[in-house]
């Protein structure tokens, strides 16, 4: 049995991975450390709580002792970190708290890896050979997209908010971790996601949370923003691939290759519920447009030709199939 460490579960892209994860195989154990801030959620995980191949443990991933005394314990053979602040809006208000997390947290876990798998520079120790750190990032670090091209692996980084420069600052700190000290990583880079589990603040959350409250549908700006949307266990997929079969070192971009501006993603959802959750005038009348994001790029969309080319994963849902599945999943859990 492996011991894999999964920081941030109690989140949204963990919380629908770590079920994956531990049907899919039967000889990985997940040791959830997650600090349970206002995104992360243990409800998120019950139907995980009671298998004996899953722990949780509340904790924070920059206290450096805890950690050391986890890889102590449990001698992990892999991480996959997920753990980060990822509210855009947020990081503008206090950029502090994101620079912590993301930047030192991520800092403090993989020096604990090194410390822990390492003899040496580029010398694993014979128990840990094989052991792998995957940390998981984002698109926003490459900046904002003109009306054409696509991100790619070597689209040169240009952070643009306090989230997404935190999150360039730890994706260099992986590389050089790799490159200075030899040590196994990979570093995933994904898309817009939706799909089940998400916080409620999130665009796709809000939008049906505001729908069926009878409130405002507020879009920022001219809502023609656009973002390319990956369902989340699409996301998970890909995530189990690059960590299994991924070269180490590399970058692998996962996006869903649908492109829609916030202001479609409003119309598709408002379709949708008035196709289930029917009321006298289109839920469309509901949106209203409000002030802008300081500092929102237009354009994100992911070129995945290089995970799609080497490690054979393809995106399972269209859009229009894993939007469908996703509102059904939002209707039950507020009409509760």
Request: proline share 3%; charged share 25%.
């Amino acid at each position: 049995m492996k011991n894999i460490l999964v920081t941030g579960c109690a989140g949204f892209i963990g919380s629908n991975f770590v079920p994956y994860f531990l049907e899919k195989y039967d000889n990985y154990k997940i040791i959830n450390l997650d600090l349970l801030t206002y995104a992360g959620n243990l409800e998120n995980l019950r139907e995980c709580e009671n298998n004996p191949r899953y722990k949780f443990i509340k904790g924070d991933i920059c206290d450096r002792n805890l950690i050391d005394e986890l890889f102590g314990e449990f001698k992990f053979s892999g991480v996959i970190h997920f753990a980060a602040e990822s509210h855009v809006d947020n990081s503008i208000k206090n950029p502090s708290v994101f620079v912590k997390t993301n930047v030192l947290g991520t800092h403090t876990l993989i020096d604990a890896a090194k410390k822990c798998w390492l003899d040496e520079p580029f010398k694993y120790k014979d128990e840990f050979r094989g052991a792998r750190f995957h940390h998981i990032s984002t698109d926003e670090v490459y900046g904002s997209l003109g009306e054409s091209g696509y991100f790619s692996e070597t689209t040169p980084y240009a952070p643009n908010s306090p989230y997404s420069a935190s999150k360039a600052g730890s994706d260099m700190i992986v590389r050089s971790y790799h490159h200075t000290f030899g040590l196994d990583t990979i570093i995933t880079n994904c898309s817009n996601n939706y799909g089940f589990k998400q916080h409620d603040e999130k665009l796709i959350p809000t939008i049906i949370r505001n729908a069926l409250n009878g409130n405002k549908i507020p879009i920022y700006g001219d809502g023609k923003n656009i973002r390319d949307w990956l369902f989340v266990l699409d996301h998970c997929k890909g995530i189990d691939l690059a960590f299994h079969k991924g070269k180490g070192g590399e970058t692998y971009n996962i996006g869903g290759r649908n492109e829609r501006t916030n202001l479609q993603i409003a119309h598709k959802i408002c379709e949708i519920l008035d196709e289930i959750c029917p009321k006298s005038v289109s839920y469309k009348e509901q949106i209203s447009f409000v002030k802008d994001r300081a500092g929102h790029d237009r354009r994100y969309a992911i070129d995945a030709s290089k995970i799609e080319g080497e490690l054979g994963w393809k995106a399972d849902e269209t859009f229009d199939s894993g939007i469908i599945k996703t509102v059904e999943w939002y209707v039950k859990k507020y009409a509760k």
